[in-house]
Structures are given as C-alpha cells and as structure tokens.
C-alpha cells in the first residue's frame, strides 16, 4: 500500500468568529479568504444576538469584514485593522501556526 505523499503545507487552525447585534439579523463574513464574497455565515444558535461561525484557516494574515443585512462593517470586537482601496478599513485577523 502507498502512502500518500506528506505536504509542507501548514496545518490550517479552527477559528471561530463572533458577531454580537439584535436577533434576527443576516450576518455574513467575506474576506480574502473567500474572494470577498459574502458566503460564509454567521448564526445566531440562541436567538439571543449573538452570531458566529467556524473558519478553517492556515497561519497568516486576513483581511475581512462582517456584512450585516447587505451593510459592510468591521468586526468591532477585533481592534486590529487597516485601510483598504476603498477609503475604508478591513479588520485583521492573525492565525499563528500551531505549536
């Protein structure tokens, strides 16, 4: 039996994001991880406000922004960010490798 071939990829890190507003909002993430499309979203379990979702990332930096019902905003519970082409910012988020 073959085995499969080891890749020098890092191993990619669960991150898991956390959005607080009123219940009933649309929550997504877009970023550079996903081309900026608002796809991935954020859910309100409890129905109390409280919104996340699960990433599978590798180490690195990543720029995103949370869009709740179709507005872009920062994720004000993450005070690093930078400004973008658009006159605006995007929130950071630093995944370290795992030790």
Known sequence: MKKAAKTDR???RSITLVYEDAP???VMVAGC?????PTKALIDKD???VYSCRLLLEPGEYQYKFVIDGEWRLDNANPNFVPNEFGSLNSVLVVDAKK
């Open 24 to 26: 009933g909002k649309n």
């Open 33 to 37: 991880f996903n081309n900026w499309q």
């Open 10 to 12: 890092p191993a990619r």
């Open 47 to 49: 129905g109390c406000g």
